[in-house]
C-alpha cells in the first residue's frame, strides 16, 4: 500500500507543473543586470542561448541547473539553468589587467522558467562585473565584453 501511495505521489508531483520565479532587475543586489521576457519556453530558451553564445565565437565553459539535479532526485520545480561563458583570449587579458578579477569568469546568464510557459534571460553586463576593481585594462574589455553579451541575450531572447 506505501508503495502505491508513494507512487501516486509522484505521478501527482511529476503532472503538477511548477511555479515560476518572477522577478525584476530591481530584486538583485548589484547593478547592472539585465531581466530579459522572452517570448520562448525554457528549453527552447536554453538552446537558443547556445546558439547564439557559438554564433557570438564565445564558449559555455559550465552549466549548473538545479531543476535538473532536483528532477533527478525526483522533485519538480521551476526550470533554471546558469550558464557559465568566456573565451581565453578574454581570459588572458582579464588576468593581464587584475589577477583578483579572475574569480569573476566565467560569465553567467540564468535562463529561468515562468509559470505561463515562457522563460526569463537575465545576466549581469561585465563592465558591471569587473567596474570595482579600477584597471582601465579590464575596463576596456569588460566594454568589449558588454557588446558581445547583448548580442548574445538579444539573439537568444529574440523571435
Known sequence: MRSLVTFALALWLAATPAPGWGFEAKDFPYDGVRVIDTPHAFDALAKRLDAAIKANKMFAVSRASASAGA???GVAIAGNLVVGVFRNDFAV?????????????????????NADGTATLSYRVPSAVFGPYGAAGLDEMANELDAI??????????E
Open 149 to 158: 553579451f547583448d548580442s548574445i541575450a538579444a539573439a537568444a531572447a529574440g
Open 93 to 113: 587579458r582579464m588576468l593581464e589587467a587584475s589577477v583578483p578579477a579572475g574569480i569573476e569568469a566565467p560569465l553567467r546568464f540564468y535562463v529561468t522558467a
Open 71 to 73: 528532477a533527478r532526485r
